[in-house]
């Protein structure tokens, strides 16, 4: 989920074309929860092949990220969660207590034939599991897209790259990268330039959101180590904030007092008591430094076997994805870029 940093965020619209030749890092984990979530059948039962397994992380990212590639040169690598901090495990068991209850939902609606109701409920009950993490890194492989294991978190690894100016930006619809000291964070990046609000039934326009570190502190008049103070007050993925404070709130008491050490006495014992964890997890991530960011090769038969024989894709489909990719591995030769730098 993150930390609710909106209201606080100086963003910039920019579009795909402006991101041509762009290396981004990636928060696969995210993103496949996205395609996870939304390509699914009407009644909300995600796609799957001929076995069960189920493949619409896989159709989503094959055909995002070859367009991507192939249409705006974007270059991506990919970012696995590790293990996640120990402080996390309160957050996940939230969101595994949410799913199930949703998941009965979904049911519900589906035996009723409230298939709109269902989809809804569908689209917040994704999950996953390790075989469908390791099928997106087979894919990659196979495509020749780099990715790279984090020891923790995956934003955390984006952040630490993009600092290094490895890649140009960290790409997430979450901010904790921000938190991490990425100079860059871009969101949106979709093709199809709009999202889906099951809660509504309808679809949002959007446009990817470019948001620098660098003008977020200045426009506020803070540090890094203030952001992050404010965050722990507003609450985190590995804490809960304070009852009654939001960004804005939690904004202004940090600008007048300028840490939570120093917070009046009724705040300050309202504060969560792990906090110089919480912000150890942010000021010093676990990162890895060893990381290998060139294209591989594409292996075309390969790829054709895992896609259409294993996961039951069409031959369609993957021949798009495959010429897609040959002429950006072309193009790529051509420039004789490995990276955006």
Same mark, same amino acid.
């Given at each position: 989920?993150? $930390?609710?940093?909106?209201?606080?965020?100086?963003?910039?619209? $920019?579009?795909?074309?402006?991101?041509?030749?762009?290396?981004?890092?990636?928060?696969?984990?995210?993103?496949?929860?996205?395609?996870?979530s939304l390509i699914r059948l009407? +009644?909300?039962?995600?796609?799957?092949?001929?076995?069960?397994?189920?493949?619409?992380?896989?159709?989503?990212?094959?055909?995002?990220?070859?367009?991507?590639?192939?249409?705006?040169?974007?270059?991506?690598?990919?970012?696995?969660?590790?293990? *996640?901090?120990?402080?996390?495990?309160?957050?996940?068991?939230?969101?595994?207590?949410?799913?199930?209850?949703?998941?009965?939902?979904?049911?519900?609606?589906?035996?009723?034939?409230?298939?709109?109701?269902?989809?809804?409920?569908?689209?917040?009950?994704?999950?996953?599991? *390790?075989?469908?993490?390791?099928?997106?890194?087979?894919?990659?492989? @196979?495509?020749?897209?780099?990715? $790279?294991?984090?020891?923790?978190?995956?934003?955390?690894?984006?952040?630490?790259?993009?600092?290094?100016?490895?890649?140009?930006?960290?790409?997430?619809?979450?901010?904790?990268?921000?938190?991490?000291?990425?100079?860059?964070?871009?969101?949106?990046?979709?093709?199809?330039?709009?999202?889906?609000?099951?809660?509504?039934?309808?679809?949002?326009? @959007?446009?990817?959101?470019?948001?620098?570190?660098?003008?977020?502190?200045?426009?506020?008049?803070?540090?890094?180590?203030?952001?992050? +103070?404010?965050?722990?007050?507003?609450?985190? +993925?590995?804490?809960?904030?304070?009852?009654?404070?939001?960004?804005?709130?939690?904004?202004?008491?940090?600008?007048?007092?300028?840490?939570?050490?120093?917070?009046?006495?009724?705040?300050r014992s309202e504060t969560p008591?792990?906090?110089?964890?919480?912000?150890?997890?942010?000021?010093? *991530?676990?990162?890895?430094?060893?990381?290998?960011?060139?294209?591989?090769?594409?292996?075309?038969?390969?790829?054709?076997?895992?896609?259409?024989?294993?996961?039951?894709?069409?031959?369609?489909?993957?021949?798009?994805?495959?010429?897609?990719?040959?002429?950006?591995?072309?193009?790529?030769?051509?420039?004789?870029?490995?990276?955006?730098?």
């Open positions: 989920m993150g $930390v609710n940093l909106a209201p606080l965020l100086v963003k910039r619209m $920019v579009n795909l074309e402006s991101l041509r030749g762009k290396y981004l890092a990636v928060d696969a984990n995210n993103e496949l929860h996205q395609f996870l009407p +009644d909300g039962t995600p796609l799957m092949d001929r076995e069960g397994h189920v493949t619409s992380h896989l159709i989503g990212l094959s055909m995002r990220t070859s367009h991507l590639m192939h249409t705006y040169g974007v270059k991506q690598v990919f970012i696995f969660d590790g293990e *996640p901090p120990p402080l996390k495990r309160v957050e996940i068991m939230k969101r595994r207590e949410q799913r199930e209850k949703l998941l009965l939902q979904m049911m519900e609606a589906q035996k009723r034939g409230d298939y709109a109701k269902a989809f809804s409920k569908a689209v917040r009950t994704g999950r996953l599991t *390790p075989t469908m993490i390791e099928d997106a890194k087979k894919a990659l492989s @196979l495509l020749g897209i780099p990715y $790279v294991l984090a020891p923790s978190e995956a934003e955390a690894q984006a952040a630490y790259m993009a600092s290094r100016s490895d890649v140009w930006a960290a790409s997430s619809r979450d901010y904790d990268s921000i938190l991490f000291g990425a100079p860059r964070l871009i969101r949106y990046v979709t093709i199809s330039g709009k999202e889906w609000l099951p809660s509504k039934g309808r679809s949002r326009p @959007l446009k990817p959101e470019l948001i620098e570190l660098e003008q977020l502190l200045a426009t506020h008049g803070i540090t890094r180590e203030q952001l992050v +103070d404010i965050a722990i007050l507003i609450g985190t +993925d590995f804490n809960t904030g304070v009852r009654g404070i939001g960004p804005k709130k939690a904004l202004n008491l940090v600008k007048q007092h300028g840490d939570l050490e120093r917070l009046p006495k009724g705040v008591e792990n906090y110089e964890d919480v912000r150890r997890i942010f000021l010093q *991530p676990k990162v890895n430094d060893h990381y290998n960011l060139n294209f591989g090769t594409l292996n075309e038969e390969g790829l054709h076997h895992f896609l259409c024989d294993e996961r039951s894709f069409s031959e369609m489909k993957v021949r798009t994805v495959v010429q897609r990719m040959r002429e950006f591995y072309a193009n790529l030769r051509d420039t004789g870029l490995k990276r955006w730098a």
